[in-house]
């Protein structure tokens, strides 16, 4: 099993930009989740899926697009990219064992918006 | 907002040293976990403790849990050097969606 993946690793952006960051995992896990990781803040939750067809919003969802239309692949879109946004962004999955979720996550995109 | 918050923010200790980290967080939870980020990587599970156990062993990890308090405490024996990460609490009060903590980070030196 590869587990979750994440392209691309590193990306440059100019303000004003889109693009959208790929999650792919392939452990048939139901949830799947984007945080962003910045210095000294720990992981803050943006979008997350209950499954295929079914997203809802995190901790700080503004400006950011998710959907989910397999169970395989969850992308993160950036609408219109700001100097905020940078960060690293990691994607997760996981699956209800007796209501617990343990969370795979994937290596990360470090993002720079200019 | 964040639930969890690490103490203390940063821990250096000998190679062979025991390390212990806490975990504090604000509403009542249905299980809490610790999570090891290495530098430049992605989080990777460590254990799982539920609100009804006291006390969890994996390896050379021993995590407590303590509700009354609303506080977790992670303990590293013998650390080595490559427990040299950055440690995360993270508990799941809301269902699935987890909050993390901003983190403990861990220098084990030779």
């Known amino acids: 099993n590869a587990g979750v993946t994440q392209t691309p690793k590193f990306q440059v952006l100019k303000t004003g930009q889109s693009m959208t960051l790929q999650c792919a995992q392939d452990?048939?896990?139901?949830?799947m989740s984007w945080y962003r990781q910045d210095p000294g803040m720990g992981l803050r939750l943006i979008h997350y899926?209950?499954?295929?067809?079914?997203?809802d919003q995190g901790e700080v969802p503004n400006g950011y697009n998710v959907s989910r239309s397999t169970t395989e692949d969850f992308p993160l879109r950036l609408l219109s990219a700001a100097p905020s946004q940078t960060s690293v962004y990691f994607c997760?999955?996981?699956?209800?064992?007796?209501?617990?979720?343990?969370?795979?996550f994937g290596p990360g995109t470090r993002l720079t918006v200019t | 907002s964040q639930q969890g918050e690490e103490d203390p923010q940063a821990l250096s200790i000998q190679e062979g040293e025991n390390a212990t980290m806490n975990c504090s967080y604000k509403?009542?939870?249905?299980?809490l976990q610790w999570y090891r980020q290495n530098s430049g990587r992605g989080l990777v599970h460590l254990i799982l403790?539920?609100?009804?156990?006291r006390e969890k062993h994996s390896g050379r990890l021993r995590v407590t849990l303590d509700t009354s308090k609303k506080s977790s405490s992670l303990l590293i024996t013998a650390s080595r050097a490559a427990d040299t990460a950055s440690y995360f609490c993270?508990?799941?009060?809301?269902?699935?969606?987890?909050?993390f903590g901003a983190g403990t980070t861990v220098t084990v030196r030779a």
């Open positions: 993270a508990t799941d009060a809301d269902d699935y969606k987890l909050s």
């Open positions: 899926s209950v499954g295929a067809g079914i997203t």
């Open positions: 509403t009542s939870i249905n299980n």
């Open positions: 452990m048939n896990h139901e949830y």
């Open positions: 403790i539920r609100s009804n156990e």
């Open positions: 997760a999955s996981s699956y209800s064992s007796h209501g617990s979720y343990e969370q795979y």
